[in-house]
């Protein structure tokens, strides 16, 4: 138990659902992280929120679309999805500053078909 | 894109100690040097992380050479529960937040 939790921990959707992923930390950390990790591959950042801001967008098609409504929460809202979409996304959260460990959630496995 | 180079697997007998070595020649001043793991389809762990000093927790060692170029994780005595990917990452500190940029890091085994 990291102290980041991620739901749901399995998601099938079809490519013309929506459907929004969920991330929730007590630490009170105030940078929130979304990651994805495609099959054998290394994890790839895809956005970061400070204090509620998203700080870093790293080109990652609209069809993700980021929420941070406080500190503690983070979602991604997922629409019109393709199957090559198909990942682990894991969410991670730090202190704000200075040298910090990131903790990491367990993931959502995501396969659309 | 990752600043660090290691070596894409290694295996290790259980009850023997795991030396994984990582090369970061382009570290700068203020960059330390973080390690993490990650179990088959889980979310990365945080193992131990230095700036030029060797350090030692709980779970492992981490022992920086002298010109901060490269480094080696020590897990003293493996067991197969520390079989994963293990990632050695750079990482700047400062008064903002700098996330971390992962490469494929080292999959170890752990033998029985």
Request: hydrophobic share 30%; with cysteine; charged share 15%.
């Amino acid at each position: 138990e990291t102290g980041v939790t991620q739901t749901p921990r399995h998601l099938v959707m079809g490519m013309t659902n929506k459907k929004s992923l969920k991330c929730e930390q007590h630490l009170g950390h105030n940078a929130m992280y979304w990651y994805k990790q495609s099959a054998k591959k290394p994890l790839e950042l895809m956005f970061v929120y400070n204090f509620k801001e998203q700080t870093e967008n790293n080109s990652v098609p609209s069809r993700f679309s980021p929420e941070c409504p406080n500190s503690s929460h983070l979602f991604l809202h997922l629409h019109t999805l393709q199957p090559e979409d198909s990942a682990l996304y894991l969410c991670a959260s730090t202190r704000t500053g200075g040298n910090t460990e990131a903790f990491f959630g367990q993931g959502t496995r995501l396969t659309v078909v | 894109d990752a600043k660090t180079t290691q070596p894409t697997s290694m295996d290790c007998a259980e009850g023997r100690a795991a030396n994984l070595p990582c090369n970061h020649s382009t570290i700068s001043g203020n960059e330390y040097v973080y390690w993490y793991r990650q179990i088959h389809s889980q979310g990365p762990q945080y193992i131990i992380h230095g700036l030029k000093n060797n350090e030692t927790n709980e779970m492992a060692s981490l022992i920086i050479t002298e010109d901060r170029k490269s480094s080696t994780l020590i897990l003293p005595h493996a067991t197969l529960r520390d079989t994963a990917v293990y990632y050695c990452i750079v990482r700047v500190a400062s008064s903002g937040n700098t996330p971390l940029v992962f490469g494929k890091g080292t999959r170890l085994s752990v033998i029985a």
